[in-house]
């Protein structure tokens, strides 16, 4: 059976130690500004997916991503010696599209801001379709009985509402 919570601190343990080894041991020159972001262990701690972001643009982040590749096996035995575990998980990296979902979001934030700007704005000099006051007055009760008065002699009249029993 597997234990979870066991996976879940090995994980944040590779984390740390892919990242720490990241910033004092490789000198790779193709890599740029890396972030670990998260780490995943199945669960039978065989295999370790490591998302990394990589500040800069698609050159930077493919030259990142071959460094990283290449830097993977002194990467792996870094973790199996600080770790521990009988045996050391692979490492896979995969490029995190955290940073893309959230551009993603604040530009269908910024069309739902216009969209409701462009509301406003036509709310503004809009005009009320049928009355300025559109409820009742107390001057118009009057009317309204000889209404329902008119109504009840229909009824009456067998043209509406309840028989008589």
Partial sequence: M???ARARKLADRIRVVVAETLQRRIKDPRLGYVTITDT????????ATVFYTVYGDDAERAASAAALESAKG??????????????TPTLAFVAD????????????????HAADEEVRKAATDAQYAGDADPYRKPAD???DFEADDAADDDADNGKGGTSPA
């Fill in 74 to 87: 002194v990467l792996r035995s870094e973790v199996g010696r600080q770790t521990g575990v009988r045996f």
């Fill in 2 to 4: 597997t234990d979870t």
């Fill in 40 to 47: 995943r262990v199945t669960g039978d701690l065989r295999e």
């Fill in 97 to 112: 599209a955290l940073p893309d979902n959230a551009r993603t979001i604040d530009d269908l934030l910024a069309k739902a």
């Fill in 141 to 143: 009760e009057d009317d």
